[in-house]
């Protein structure tokens, strides 16, 4: 039988069955927090323990997965996100950002972090801690849903009008509400009419969010510099002046990164 098919687009299509299943296991074990046996992980996939055993091994000794002993199951590795890193394009932002945001943290006494889209969620590729004691901050390689976020709304604003819509649609296939997108669009108008946005967090009660554009040569926003503003007796810096420092830090990592389009300061 050939490997061969064709899609309803003409173009053609190889099968390489035991890559997709490989990387089945890989997508499936991204969404778990704790560590996975053999069978439970082919118990969860529909596939037989003998074949998910065979890629398991191979997965392992490449060091997708790890084992902190056989009886905690199998854990996902930090060598995907290692290898997104060494992406040309990822490196790149993270070395015109990293100085800036490591001035950031101490002049607003605020922890700050850099996301870019990935698919339909804001993947987290910097994390800068804030110089107090006390601190609140976001996990380096967290994901989180685009629409739930200050940066990934950002990023959802600035997108192309076909990347816009098709996560509307997926939007629409999860079920959310019209007026949830509808929502969604109006922060978007919101956002780039003013060049970022400043909102009380979705997710922690009192933190608010101070987000705005990370644009490239091209003018394209490539990613969202976030500061989630905690205020506490020690951090003095007032929230008026931290947004100030976080659009001039976003104008100097989009300056860096070649890019002429300037983040709006309007408040």
């Known amino acids: 039988m050939s490997d061969e098919a064709l899609t309803g687009s003409g173009r053609r299509t190889y099968s390489a069955p035991a890559a997709e299943k490989a990387l089945d296991i890989i997508e499936f074990m991204s969404g778990q ?34 084992q902190r002993k056989p009886s905690d199951g199998y854990r996902l590795s930090l060598k995907l996100f290692d290898l997104a890193h060494r992406m040309p394009s990822v490196r790149r932002l993270s070395d015109s950002a990293l100085d800036v945001m490591q001035s950031l943290a101490p002049a607003a006494l605020q922890s700050c972090h850099l996301g870019v889209l990935s698919g339909h969620e804001l993947l987290i590729v910097l994390q800068v801690d804030n110089p107090l004691p006390m601190r609140y901050s976001v996990m380096l390689g967290a994901k989180f849903d685009f629409a739930e976020t200050s940066g990934g709304t950002v990023l959802f604003a600035y997108a192309e009008e ?106």
């Open 162 to 267: 076909v990347r816009r819509q098709r996560l509307l649609d997926r939007m629409s296939a999860e079920g959310r509400s019209a007026e949830e997108i509808a929502q969604l669009d109006a922060r978007a108008a919101r956002i780039r009419q003013s060049g970022h946005e400043m909102r009380k967090s979705l997710a922690v009660s009192g933190v608010t969010n101070i987000a705005a554009p990370v644009f490239d040569h091209q003018g394209r926003a490539v990613a969202a510099l976030t500061l989630p503003y905690v205020p506490q007796r020690a951090a003095t810096v007032p929230l008026e002046r931290a947004r100030e420092l976080v659009l001039d830090s976003a104008r100097t990592i989009s300056y860096n990164l070649g890019s002429s389009v300037a983040v709006a300061e309007a408040g």
């Open 33 to 66: 927090v704790g560590g996975l046996t053999a069978t439970e992980i082919a118990n969860h996939m529909g596939r037989s323990v003998h074949e998910v055993y065979r890629l398991l091994i191979v997965l392992e000794a490449r060091g997708y997965l790890y």
